[in-house]
């Protein structure tokens, strides 16, 4: 599966959305995201797993614990796809738009 395909799919999950949404504000530790959660810690470390596998999320160990971040360089791998598709979608709309104003013509 495409990295892409990847992201997007760990980004379907309401669950992830809220953590990766929390990561975003400031990096935080697995108890800190339990705290603002409605799952258990397990479930917590289960979603960061899915995360990093999909290199959305990275760990910084420190002392017993991991600190977790947005990862820069899985985030801009995903932005650059969206722009692509971006890109398209206002080619085609810029190509509908001067098509109508021709026809109005």
């Given at each position: 599966m495409a990295k892409d395909s990847v992201q997007l799919a760990?980004?379907?999950?309401?669950?992830?959305?809220?953590?990766?949404?929390?990561l975003?504000?400031?990096?935080r530790t697995v108890v800190e995201l339990t705290r603002?959660?409605?799952?258990?810690?397990?479930?917590?470390?289960q979603h960061l797993k899915v995360?990093?596998?999909s290199h959305l999320v990275r760990a910084e160990p420190k002392g017993?614990?991991?600190?977790?971040?947005?990862?820069?360089a899985g985030?801009?791998?995903?932005?650059?796809w969206l722009d692509r598709f971006w890109s398209s979608t206002l080619a085609a709309y810029k190509v509908a738009v001067e098509k109508s104003v021709e026809d109005q013509k």
């Open positions: 760990a980004l379907g999950n309401s669950t992830r959305r809220r953590i990766f949404a929390l975003g504000a400031r990096p603002e959660l409605t799952v258990s810690q397990s479930a917590v470390s995360l990093r596998e017993a614990s991991n600190i977790y971040h947005i990862d820069p985030l801009s791998q995903m932005r650059a």
